[in-house]
């Protein structure tokens, strides 16, 4: 099930759909759009909550845009495309394809990808003002997951475009990085908007969801990030993972509630992965998924492209995580 084959220079990947159980759609066949798909028809409630209360801080949106577009554009730029490598149909073909198949499954224009040498299996999302976006993966991600997997990784990442979290995200990351002080932001606005960025991640692993149209490929992803390794990778347990999942809504009355809001995580920018796992186990099976689904199992009109990508300077970045 594992593939490392990046690092040995094997190109053999194939994605591979989770032999334990069929999609949970009920559709034979892979929806390859969503037509006319907005970021709405899937955004968690939770984000769409925290979205209402962060534009309630006037002035905000502007002065944080000020800010920093300077620094995404001399650091995060020129750095991630500096050191590499660009993905294409004639440069590691094989995440091109995936990259090209997630973004029109998802009805959106389809950004560039990088290929970063690093230990930390993670990838980011990064736009700039008037340039196209670019999504990175490390070498580490590509290492340790399938290439279903990683096709969920990338539609993650695509959700944050799709759903605009441009500045929202580049303010939360670079409060939760700590490498730029805003004194504008009090504590209160601060904790708002990492409360925010979790519920945004929430959202982004439903459109991992919609590409990946099994529930199993993207809880695994979540699983290997969790704690996985690529030598044992062949022991890995997904319903494993799902019943530790499900356990959670036992250990408390308001599972998400409580790890939105407690202090243990109130510097974290991304939820627990137990509990991604669980949201995206409960949608997969509640009747908002279903609905796309069945409508776009039953019409496949020709693609209409429609892309809501914003040219604002957006830094999206995922530690450690999709
Ligand atoms: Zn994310």
């Known amino acids: 099930m594992a593939s490392r084959s990046f690092s040995s220079g094997n190109t053999a990947w194939r994605v591979q759909q989770s032999s334990s159980r069929p999609r949970s759609s009920g559709s034979p066949a892979r929806i390859t759009q969503y037509h006319g798909l907005e970021g709405d028809d899937f955004r968690h409630p939770l984000d769409q909550q925290n979205t ?3 534009r309630v801080v006037p002035g905000l949106d ?28 004639d440069q590691l073909p094989s995440l091109h394809k995936i990259l ?57 990442e695509l959700g944050h475009l799709k759903c605009d979290h441009g500045i929202w995200l580049t303010i939360a990351n670079v409060l939760a990085s700590g490498t730029i002080s805003l004194p504008i932001i009090s504590g209160v606005v601060e904790e708002s908007f990492m409360r925010w960025l979790r519920a945004a991640e929430l959202t982004c692993d439903r ?32 319903d494993a993972f799902l019943r530790q999942a499900r356990s959670y809504d036992e250990a408390t009355a308001s599972p998400l509630g409580w790890y939105l809001r407690n202090a243990q995580t109130r510097a974290l920018s991304h939820p627990l992965p137990v509990m991604r796992a669980r949201e995206v186990d409960r949608w997969a099976d509640g009747p908002q998924y279903k609905a796309l689904i069945a409508k776009n199992s039953m019409q496949r009109p020709p693609l209409s492209l429609n892309a809501k990508q914003k040219s604002s300077t957006a830094f999206m970045k995922d530690s450690s995580s999709s």
């Open 100 to 156: 090209k198949e997630a973004a029109g499954i998802l009805q959106m224009d389809v950004p560039d990808l990088y290929v970063r040498q690093s230990p930390v299996p993670n990838a980011y999302t990064l736009a700039i003002a008037g340039r196209k976006p670019f999504i990175v993966a490390t070498t580490a991600l590509l290492d340790l997951l399938t290439l279903a997997e990683v096709q969920a990784v990338i539609a993650h």
């Open 207 to 238: 459109a991992a969801m919609l590409v990946a149209q099994d529930h199993k490929i993207v809880i695994s992803a979540l699983m290997k990030l969790a704690g996985g390794s690529p030598g044992l990778a062949s022991e890995l347990n997904i």
């Open 62 to 89: 502007m002065i944080t845009r000020g800010l920093l577009g300077p620094v995404a554009e001399q650091v995060l730029l020129l750095e991630n495309i500096a050191t590499s490598v660009l993905v294409g149909h």
């Open 52 to 54: 209402r209360l962060l």
